[in-house]
């Protein structure tokens, strides 16, 4: 049984689904939306708001924290300086998930646009 065990597995080990969290942030981070199946953007939400939340503190202890998810200092550097400002007074729901109605070709899985809920301007965020 699994009482309280939140978190999906995907069917995969658990260093395989670190991984596929972290390669998803990642990708997040650089482009501001992915479109990824509806149960993995959702998980994704869980991953990418708390690193948010750290890029507002914006101190050394913050960044540490930060590089030990996404291990690449370019994307905590982008995440400290264009992600993290743009949500200094908003306290939270800093992803929107919407639902795309096409569904995958191959197996017919629902997919998502997981998106920044407030889109950094255009002048200070240059591209990863």
Do not use: C, W
């Not at 291990?71 to 800093?94: M, S, T």
């Not at 919407?98 to 240059?126: C, F, Y």
């Amino acid at each position: 049984m699994r009482h309280s065990n939140s978190g999906r597995k995907f069917s995969r080990t658990p260093a395989h689904r670190k991984a596929l969290m972290q390669n998803l942030a990642k990708a997040f981070i650089i482009h501001g939306k992915i479109i990824t199946t509806e149960p993995k953007a959702k998980d994704l939400r869980r991953v990418v708001e708390p690193l948010i939340t750290l890029a507002k503190r914006n101190d050394l202890a913050a960044k540490r924290l930060a590089y030990k998810k996404l291990n690449d200092h370019a994307l905590v550097k982008r995440l400290f300086d264009y992600i993290g400002p743009v949500f200094a007074e908003v306290p939270g729901g800093y992803t929107r998930v919407v639902k795309l109605a096409e569904r995958r070709k191959g197996d017919n899985a629902p997919m998502a646009i997981i998106e920044l809920s407030r889109q950094p301007t255009a002048e200070n965020n240059p591209k990863a």
